[in-house]
């Protein structure tokens, strides 16, 4: 218990790293389909994609907020492309993740599958401390007593490449910092290895729609589609499913969390946006972003881009620097919708 509960504070620490504002993911959460622009002074996201203007990141990112169109990562990719997908894909077999966090000798009962053997990292426990709130920030709990000053890390769009993968977790263990992975289904579909690799590196997977496509301008049987087909991906690949979802350029809607509920995730946008999909290649820019729109809670949205992975270590060392510690999105309770 102790020890975990240090696990838990390392790890707290390092997600500090990304800020800037949300600007292409763009919706907040619940008024969604209203305000797409809306960036709230906690920078909350602002959909870029159809309102340009909109964006508008919030208090800090002065010049920088570009529209979110920049990203490339942010296009959708043509719905047609999932297909491409090798049919092998349930080949990965499902039973991999959990089975082998059978602990062999533990002490009780070794014959016991117990999924909590020490060994695997997923199955470290984590207290509830945090919730997220309005401005999708992360909190502590009344009463829980859990620092403040923490941060949340998150990369969207992956999984891309397992050299920028383990060049962010190298980052990430060396500041004892946890993220959350928000993939896409047709990336899982063709690189299954390397969603299997953020598992196995202790990356939390997010569900980012299947194809990242403006989810608010599809019809309900196409969202829930895109939800739903992630988290059949993603379970079939790595043996669990996403509790958290955000939906792309934040372009969400109230069907989109109804969804996203029903399969037991909380969705989110961000509350500070490093805008890495504008100043592309432009690591620097990454870290002032961030440290432009930075606040006790912040959810930092960042993506798997190279820029964004050479700035990490910076980044993350600076965070802590200011005296900010990473949250563990396990010890967010994503039942307690804001
Ligand atoms: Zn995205």
Not at 109 to 120: C, K, L, R, S, V
């Given at each position: 218990m102790w020890k975990k509960t240090a696990l838990f504070w390392l790890a707290a620490g390092l997600v500090l790293g990304a800020c800037g504002n949300a600007a292409e993911e763009a919706e907040p959460n619940g008024s969604a389909q209203t305000t797409e622009t809306q960036t709230t002074d906690a920078g909350k996201p602002a959909e870029s994609a159809q309102t340009a203007p909109a964006q508008q990141t919030p208090d800090t990112a002065e010049g920088t907020q570009t529209p979110d169109t920049a990203a490339p990562e942010e296009t959708a990719p043509a719905a047609g492309t999932e297909t491409d997908a090798p049919a092998g894909g349930d080949a990965a077999a499902p039973g991999t993740a959990g089975g082998d966090?059978?602990?062999?000798?533990?002490?009780?009962?070794?014959?016991?599958?117990?999924?909590?053997?020490?060994?695997?990292?997923?199955a470290e426990e984590v207290a509830l401390e945090y919730h997220m709130n309005a401005n999708y920030d992360i909190v502590p709990n009344e009463g829980s007593g859990a620092p403040k000053k923490i941060v949340l890390l998150t990369f969207d769009?992956?999984?891309?490449?397992a050299k920028m993968i383990n060049s962010m977790f190298d980052t990430l263990d060396k500041h004892n910092a946890k993220a959350i992975f928000f993939v896409n289904g047709y990336r899982v579909k063709a690189n299954p290895d390397l969603l299997k690799l953020i598992d196995e590196r202790g990356g939390i997977v997010g569900n980012h729609s299947y194809d990242h496509i403006i989810l608010r301008k599809e019809s309900d049987a196409e969202i829930k589609k895109q939800l739903e087909d992630t988290q059949a991906i993603v379970k079939e690949t790595i043996g669990k499913s996403p509790t958290f979802f955000r939906p792309p350029n934040g372009a969400g809607n109230d069907y989109t969390e109804k969804v996203a509920k029903d399969n037991g995730m909380l969705s989110m946008t961000w509350s500070?946006?490093?805008?890495d999909w504008v100043n592309q290649d432009d690591s620097q820019a990454v870290i002032d972003n961030v440290f432009d729109q930075l606040h006790s809670g912040s959810n930092i949205l960042m993506h798997e881009l190279p820029w964004t992975v050479e700035a990490l270590d910076e980044l993350l060392t600076k965070l802590e620097a200011k005296g900010y510690s990473f949250v563990d999105p396990r010890s967010i309770d994503t039942t307690k919708q804001p």
């Open positions: 966090a059978a602990a062999p000798g533990t002490a009780a009962g070794e014959q016991t599958d117990t999924p909590d053997a020490d060994n695997a990292a997923a769009d992956g999984p891309k490449e500070v946006g490093s805008l």
